[in-house]
């Protein structure tokens, strides 16, 4: 990100003859590194605690903006003869002023990661994403949410800025090179402002159209953070154009209200973050092109200390979030932790700027630009490599704590045949599930997904649903061998809780139809009087933290498509029960294994959990729905809330210690589904 520019801030004359100003390529900026240090404290200290600076993370978007205004001066009256000569003097300096840092903190971090956490998948894989400049892709198709307590466990989030950044590297040279920028002709004096407005305006529009559609990728895409780096750009632009002693003259009273009005920025609200947004990232524009040496602004920028830290600032921002991350696995973050992790975070940076950073990006690794690449990406593969071996076995063994034992880990084990204790039925899995659209008219058979004896069964129960419905099997033993009753589980992965709640994801949206319209139908029409449907879904989706217009919808939709289908079956005298909304255990995004009690977390696990009040609260709404339905006699609430949530906090943990979920989706285990086996046994007897 910006913070990985040059600390030497040489930028272009603004004059064609041999005069140095500001703008000159001989000129250094120390209040540039100034301005990167502010950036750099204000997203440590929001990351340290959000409470202390709740929009501290705009120090990105400040970063954004110094890397398109340096980067232009960088690429500013370059004299390569060629567009292969101009891009290998960019890329090279590129490569060596980010990759050995880079490189040299993803193995420690990684190393010591694999020591501390038993699942350490998530980060290795994002490390991995983040040496190619895509960890921003990778956080986004995993759904990731910045804001998140979660998010805070993988050790290489704070890449996804690296990635936006280097995504621009790749076709920013080439506009600036076809533009023909700095070339002091009159006539190509417009084309790179014409392009970078263009592209300014058609990023934002993209930044503001999604903010209320997908948070997530105006915050981790390129294309939507093109913006802020163009606006950098256009101040470089700006600035070299008309020259650094006209705009000084005309913005001389400008630095100290501006430099106010972004520490206000950084205090504003989250829910503002669009308009804060913009707001810092004009403001820094603006600051950048008025300071002056003459102003209060410039003398604080240009405090020896300040400056240093500036000219840090990128081993502080990658150091930072590793120590941080891994204190969040260890000993968490206290009071009385927060000098020591500054300390750490420090010392990690002074060391990465003197050892590694400086050093090689002053050596001459090669004579030919070309080689120079090519080392960089070797270097780039090979890291790449020893972080996949970390994903094997190896990584395992380095894993310092108690691993977790359970019969079933993971999502993978939904699908295993299970078979009762005594006798020969069984449930055979996979043949009784529907994955994804491709399965459309795929047979369900009763002989196959029935534990029991269905023709001989004193009662039947069809169960229905969602993935949630395939984690219950082991739930109906003594009913099957004590009470003679038949039960049938079939589950389709996506299933929406009824059919007047369309399904909208890609993967699920024919089979979901299928699934209501044509396979439970048919099942259902072999039950009997008496016998009952067991709806199970994963119902976290419709209990929003907040509520909204299309929330409310989803409810309404649900409580009248529970009438109809409970009308439906009590045509045939079959009953309805529906399990109710479990504990909101996805939102901590965190493993079974993670939520295990080691002897180096001794304040207690790094996973976020809801508390209790907090989760009745939330789903109240669907709570009041459900309850108003059973009370009419539509459906037997099945409700295992005191059993997955003991407690005052919803945690991974029963009252006995027992873990309650297998995978990181909330899916129960089948240790969970065992002591709620006779809780689901009393509802259908």
């Known amino acids: 990100m910006a913070i990985g520019t040059s600390n030497v801030n040489k930028l272009a004359p603004s004059t064609p003859d041999s005069e140095v100003d500001e703008f000159s390529p001989q000129a250094y900026r120390p209040e540039i590194d100034g301005l990167r240090a502010l950036a750099v404290l204000s997203v440590i200290i ?53 990759v050995p840092a880079h490189v040299v903190c993803a193995v420690i971090t990684s190393i010591l990661i694999c020591l501390f956490n038993p699942a350490p998948m998530a980060s290795l894989k994002t490390g991995i994403a983040s040496l190619f400049g895509i960890s921003n ?81 105006v915050y981790f895409l390129m294309p939507t953070r093109v913006w802020e780096l163009g606006v950098g750009a256009l101040a470089f632009v700006v600035a070299a154009n008309f020259g650094a002693g006209r705009l000084s003259s005309l913005l001389r009273l400008v630095p100290l209200p501006v430099s106010l009005a972004i520490g206000v920025v950084l205090f504003m609200p989250l829910q ?17 092109v008025s300071v002056h040496p003459q102003c209060a602004v410039y003398t604080t920028f240009t405090h020896p200390t300040i400056v240093n830290l500036g000219r840090i600032s990128y081993s502080l921002y990658l150091w930072h979030w590793s120590i941080l991350s891994i204190s969040r696995w260890t000993i968490g973050i206290h009071w009385w932790s927060v000098p020591l992790q500054a300390g750490l975070i420090v010392i990690a940076a002074i060391w990465s700027y003197r050892y590694v950073e400086k050093p090689l990006r002053s050596a001459e690794w090669s004579s ?21 071996c970390l994903l094997t076995p190896l990584g395992k063994h380095l894993f310092l704590g108690t691993q977790l034992k359970m019969i079933a880990i993971g999502p993978q084990s939904l699908t295993e045949t299970y078979s009762l204790t005594a006798g020969s039925s069984a449930w055979s899995g996979e043949p009784c599930v529907l994955a994804n659209n491709s399965q459309v008219g795929k047979k369900i058979s009763i002989e196959e997904c029935t534990l029991g004896d269905f023709s001989s069964s004193t009662r039947r129960i069809l169960v229905v649903g969602n993935s949630f419905s395939a984690t219950m099997v082991q739930a109906f033993d003594q009913l099957v061998l004590s009470d003679n009753y038949a039960v049938t589980i079939t589950s389709e992965w996506g299933a929406s809780p009824v059919p007047e709640i369309p399904n909208t994801g890609r993967t699920w949206d024919k089979v979901n139809d299928y699934y209501w319209e044509k396979v439970i139908p048919s099942l259902a029409s072999r039950l009997r ?29 649900l409580e009248r498509g529970l009438e109809v289908f409970s009308d439906q079956l009590s045509r045939s005298k079959v009953r309805l029960a529906v399990l109710h909304g479990l504990p909101f255990a996805r939102e901590a995004q965190c493993e079974p294994t993670q939520a295990q009690e080691q002897w180096f977390a001794p304040f207690g696990s790094p996973c976020f959990f809801l508390s209790k009040e907090q989760t009745v609260a939330r789903r109240a709404k669907l709570d ?40 990181v989706f909330s899916h129960p285990s089948v240790e969970a589904v065992r002591l709620a086996a006779p809780i689901i046994r009393e509802s259908f007897r």
């Open 624 to 663: 009041g729905i459900l309850s108003a339905l059973r009370r009419q006699g539509k459906i037997t609430l099945v409700d295992l809330m005191d059993l997955f949530c003991p407690g005052t906090t919803c945690t991974y943990h029963a009252m006995n210690g027992q873990m309650l979920y297998r995978d």
């Open 368 to 388: 030919v630009q070309w080689k120079t690449l090519l080392y960089g990406v070797a270097t780039l593969i090979g890291t790449a490599g020893l972080l996949a």
């Open 46 to 98: 929001n990351h340290f605690n959000k409470d202390l600076l709740p929009s501290g993370y705009w120090g990105v978007d400040i970063f954004f903006v110094i890397s398109g205004f340096v980067i232009t001066s960088s690429l500013y009256n370059r004299r390569q003869k060629n567009l292969r000569e101009f891009l290998c003097s960019f890329y090279a300096r590129r490569i060596k002023r980010l």
């Open 272 to 288: 503002l973050w669009v308009y804060a947004t913009t707001a810092a990232v004009i403001l820094t524009a603006l600051l950048i």
């Open 137 to 217: 892709l990778y956080l986004l198709r995993q759904e990731a949410d910045y804001f998140g307590d979660a998010i805070q466990l993988n050790a290489f989030t704070h890449t996804w800025s690296l990635g936006v950044e280097e995504q621009f590297y790749f076709f920013f040279p080439f506009i600036v090179w076809f533009t023909r920028f700095g070339r002091r002709l009159s006539m190509n004096r417009m084309y790179l402002p014409a392009v970078l407005a263009v592209l300014a305006i058609t990023s934002l529009s993209g930044f503001i159209q999604l903010r209320g559609t997908n948070q997530s990728a």
């Open 529 to 557: 009087e008496d016998d009952w449907v067991f709806l199970v879904n994963d119902l976290e989706s419709l209990s929003p933290e907040q509520s909204s217009r299309s929330s409310e919808q989803v409810l309404r939709q």
